[in-house]
């Protein structure tokens, strides 16, 4: 039996979905483990601590609430810091980060001062005696790798979606602590903050995608997938890089080896290649659908569903049917 | 400036990959190898910020057996001015051992800056350059896609999920480099044959204990063949019905 750590990481005062993706893994970490306790680490502004129930929600036994007007930014420094200190004195068995901005840039600094093994954007982890074994996307994805992890404790981040949070109630102590370090002695300082559409659905979050490449031809037609996103009501709207380049989209937007990772229940890819870069960051969803005029495009091989045809002439057709579907519940 | 970029070996990404008969490899039969893409971005940073604030020193660091003297050639030849080989049997999969022995070798070297790749192509971990940063306890920003560096400090955009922020900070620092960044020139003609010249230099890598190792590396399951539902707008309707009944995602 042995206890796990978690990082519940949030922005803005609001807890982020990979926040109770990565106490739901350590809960099954630690029941894996023989029933051990969840510990979940909270940091942020006053008021951040209201939290705290919903991680009880997906398995955490103690909530560690820090508090800090200096935090209402996340700041790796301080985090790292506190989260290692925590982690050195807590006795874990396992540490689960988030595969987030925020995740990688934290948890190679927290292996690092306390000199343990990590492996990063994890998909799936067992125990294996004492050792930690998970599976890690290599290779643009093209590659899965089966890495152990030797010590304790083990730090992973786990890939957003990879597992879905799972409910396990449980009434959640809280703990208040203090940063390890003062937040104003902190080396690197965020200027500004700049926020994303913030009424948008972010892509890590929509159950369904559409997504736009260059077959589009203009910034403009983009309004034709902005149309279908908002047909179906759930959906965000992602780019290949070519299009983030042309500057039609912005660099937010883009999903692939070098933009986000996504695995979405449904991604319509509109007038998209099907690049190894831009299939590296969505091949992982549930289904496919696919709009191209090329019927060898690339795309096409990852694609459930395929329609060869005009994207500019399908996408009206295929909003006013999604809407009409949708009308009929 | 004085600054150093640590590059790591990979393949060209548009390769089908094969496992070796080991489990434990991609088979190197038919590779093209290069500089990790972000590391090429890196080192034309360095470039860059050499070139216009000028004097400094370019330095590029890669961990590995004697295949990466090539890579260090290339960036040698794009305009580096000196390299260094620190050798080893093979690459481990453990990014602290990497980063420790690369700490080794940056701990005196009195960089301004040490800029990483966001992440390695093949392993894609983006670990390394934030754990040597916390071994050389030096200020960290990570996954940086602008970076402006004007009297010793530093201004820098990071992507995050759907929003972005700027951080400043003094130098010396620790930079991994992202999207946005300036893409990696080709080295000319003069460029090639002046690196011939260049030194570089190899010691043995002082990784350590090593305890993230490989069990085995295998293919991903392919995806069942997709079909075409058909032609045009005319197949809008079956693509519905199909999105409806079968893959009840509407
Ligand atoms: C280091 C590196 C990292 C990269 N990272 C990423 C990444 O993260 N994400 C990413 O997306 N890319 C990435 N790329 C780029 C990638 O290789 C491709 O260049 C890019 O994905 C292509 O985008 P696209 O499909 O929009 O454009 P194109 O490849 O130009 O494809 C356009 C497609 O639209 C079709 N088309 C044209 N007109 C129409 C029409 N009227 N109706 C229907 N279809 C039409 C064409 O048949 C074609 O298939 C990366 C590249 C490198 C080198
Ligand atoms: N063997 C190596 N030699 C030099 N630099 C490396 C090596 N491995 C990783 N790096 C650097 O660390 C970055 C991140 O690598 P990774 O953490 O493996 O994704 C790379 O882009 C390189 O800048």
């Given at each position: 039996?042995?206890?796990?750590?978690?990082?519940?990481?949030?922005?803005?005062?609001?807890?982020?979905?990979?926040?109770?993706?990565?106490?739901?893994?350590?809960?099954?970490?630690?029941?894996?483990?023989?029933?051990?306790?969840?510990?979940?680490?909270?940091?942020?502004?006053?008021?951040?601590?209201?939290?705290?129930?919903?991680?009880?929600?997906?398995?955490?036994?103690?909530?560690?609430?820090?508090?800090?007007?200096?935090?209402?930014?996340?700041?790796?420094?301080?985090?790292?810091?506190?989260?290692?200190?925590?982690?050195?004195?807590?006795?874990?068995?396992?540490?689960?980060?988030?595969?987030?901005?925020?995740?990688?840039?934290?948890?190679?600094?927290?292996?690092?001062?306390?000199?343990?093994?990590?492996?990063?954007?994890?998909?799936?982890?067992?125990?294996?005696?004492?050792?930690?074994?998970?599976?890690?996307?290599?290779?643009?994805?093209?590659?899965?790798?089966t890495?152990?992890?030797?010590?304790?404790?083990?730090?992973?981040?786990?890939?957003?979606?990879?597992?879905?949070?799972?409910?396990?109630?449980?009434?959640?102590?809280?703990?208040?602590?203090?940063?390890?370090?003062?937040?104003?002695?902190?080396?690197?300082?965020?200027?500004?903050?700049?926020?994303?559409?913030?009424?948008?659905?972010?892509?890590?979050?929509?159950?369904?995608?559409?997504?736009?490449?260059?077959?589009?031809?203009?910034?403009?037609?983009?309004?034709?997938?902005?149309?279908?996103?908002?047909?179906?009501?759930?959906?965000?709207?992602?780019?290949?890089?070519?299009?983030?380049?042309?500057?039609?989209?912005?660099?937010?937007?883009?999903?692939?080896?070098?933009?986000?990772?996504?695995?979405?229940?449904?991604?319509?890819?509109?007038?998209?290649?099907?690049?190894?870069?831009?299939?590296?960051?969505?091949?992982?969803?549930?289904?496919?659908?696919?709009?191209?005029?090329?019927?060898?495009?690339?795309?096409?091989?990852?694609?459930?569903?395929?329609?060869?045809?005009?994207?500019?002439?399908?996408?009206?057709?295929?909003?006013?049917?999604?809407?009409?579907?949708?009308?009929?519940? | 400036?004085?600054?150093?970029?640590?590059?790591?070996?990979?393949?060209?990404?548009?390769?089908?990959?094969?496992i070796a008969a080991s489990g434990k490899a991609v088979?190197?039969?038919?590779?093209?190898?290069?500089?990790?893409?972000?590391?090429?971005?890196?080192?034309?940073?360095?470039?860059?910020?050499?070139?216009?604030?000028?004097?400094?020193?370019?330095?590029?660091?890669?961990?590995?057996?004697?295949?990466?003297?090539?890579?260090?050639?290339?960036?040698?030849?794009?305009?580096?001015?000196?390299?260094?080989?620190?050798?080893?049997?093979?690459?481990?999969?453990?990014?602290?051992?990497?980063?420790?022995?690369?700490?080794?070798?940056?701990?005196?070297?009195?960089?301004?800056?040490?800029?990483?790749?966001?992440?390695?192509?093949?392993?894609?971990?983006?670990?390394?350059?934030?754990?040597?940063?916390?071994?050389?306890?030096?200020?960290?920003?990570?996954?940086?896609?602008?970076?402006?560096?004007?009297?010793?400090?530093?201004?820098?955009?990071?992507?995050?999920?759907?929003?972005?922020?700027?951080?400043?900070?003094?130098?010396?620092?620790?930079?991994?480099?992202?999207?946005?960044?300036?893409?990696?020139?080709?080295?000319?003609?003069?460029?090639?044959?002046?690196?011939?010249?260049?030194?570089?230099?190899?010691?043995?890598?002082?990784?350590?204990?090593?305890?993230?190792?490989l069990e085995k590396m295998e293919?991903?399951?392919?995806?069942?063949?997709?079909?075409?539902?058909?032609?045009?707008?005319?197949?809008?309707?079956?693509?519905?019905?199909?999105?409806?009944?079968?893959?009840?995602?509407?």
């Amino acid at each position: 039996m042995a206890n796990t750590f978690a990082m519940a990481e949030s922005r803005g005062g609001a807890l982020r979905r990979v926040a109770l993706e990565a106490v739901s893994a350590a809960r099954a970490l630690a029941d894996a483990s023989g029933g051990g306790e969840v510990h979940a680490l909270l940091a942020g502004a006053p008021g951040i601590a209201s939290l705290a129930p919903e991680l009880g929600k997906y398995g955490a036994d103690v909530v560690i609430v820090v508090e800090h007007a200096g935090l209402a930014n996340a700041n790796s420094e301080v985090l790292a810091a506190t989260a290692a200190v925590r982690i050195r004195s807590g006795g874990y068995r396992a540490a689960v980060f988030s595969s987030s901005a925020q995740g990688r840039d934290l948890a190679p600094r927290v292996a690092a001062k306390l000199g343990v093994a990590m492996a990063a954007d994890v998909t799936s982890f067992e125990l294996a005696g004492d050792a930690l074994v998970v599976r890690h996307p290599a290779y643009a994805g093209k590659v899965i790798a089966t890495l152990r992890l030797t010590g304790t404790p083990a730090i992973l981040t786990l890939r957003p979606g990879a597992r879905a949070a799972v409910e396990s109630a449980k009434a959640a102590r809280v703990e208040s602590a203090q940063p390890a370090i003062d937040p104003a002695s902190s080396r690197v300082v965020v200027k500004e903050m700049i926020a994303g559409g913030s009424a948008k659905l972010d892509i890590g979050d929509a159950p369904v995608i559409v997504s736009g490449g260059r077959g589009l031809k203009s910034a403009e037609n983009f309004k034709l997938v902005e149309d279908l996103a908002a047909a179906f009501g759930n959906a965000a709207v992602g780019a290949t890089r070519a299009v983030t380049d042309d500057g039609w989209r912005p660099h937010s937007d883009q999903i692939g080896q070098t933009g986000r990772q996504v695995s979405p229940d449904l991604y319509v890819a509109c007038g998209i290649s099907g690049a190894i870069q831009h299939i590296a960051g969505m091949r992982n969803s549930r289904t496919i659908v696919a709009i191209n005029k090329d019927k060898d495009a690339p795309i096409f091989k990852v694609a459930d569903y395929g329609i060869v045809g005009d994207v500019l002439e399908v996408l009206p057709v295929l909003t006013a049917a999604v809407k009409q579907a949708r009308s009929q519940g | 400036m004085k600054i150093a970029v640590c590059i790591k070996r990979g393949p060209d990404m548009e390769t089908r990959f094969k496992i070796a008969a080991s489990g434990k490899a991609v088979d190197e039969a038919g590779l093209k190898y290069d500089l990790s893409d972000f590391d090429g971005y890196a080192v034309e940073t360095a470039l860059q910020l050499n070139e216009k604030q000028g004097p400094g020193e370019t330095v590029v660091i890669s961990l590995g057996p004697d295949v990466v003297q090539e890579q260090l050639r290339k960036a040698l030849s794009m305009g580096a001015d000196r390299a260094v080989q620190l050798k080893s049997d093979s690459v481990p999969v453990d990014g602290l051992a990497i980063a420790r022995a690369l700490a080794a070798e940056l701990q005196s070297g009195g960089y301004d800056l040490i800029l990483f790749g966001r992440q390695a192509v093949d392993s894609a971990n983006a670990t390394v350059g934030p754990m040597t940063a916390e071994l050389l306890n030096l200020p960290c920003a990570t996954a940086v896609s602008t970076l402006d560096i004007a009297n010793g400090r530093a201004t820098a955009r990071r992507e995050l999920e759907g929003a972005a922020e700027v951080v400043e900070f003094a130098l010396p620092a620790v930079v991994t480099v992202d999207e946005g960044m300036p893409r990696a020139r080709y080295p000319s003609l003069k460029g090639i044959m002046a690196a011939r010249k260049k030194p570089l230099e190899v010691k043995a890598a002082q990784l350590g204990e090593e305890r993230l190792t490989l069990e085995k590396m295998e293919l991903p399951p392919e995806r069942a063949a997709g079909r075409i539902v058909g032609e045009g707008p005319g197949a809008v309707p079956e693509l519905v019905r199909l999105l409806h009944t079968e893959a009840k995602v509407l």
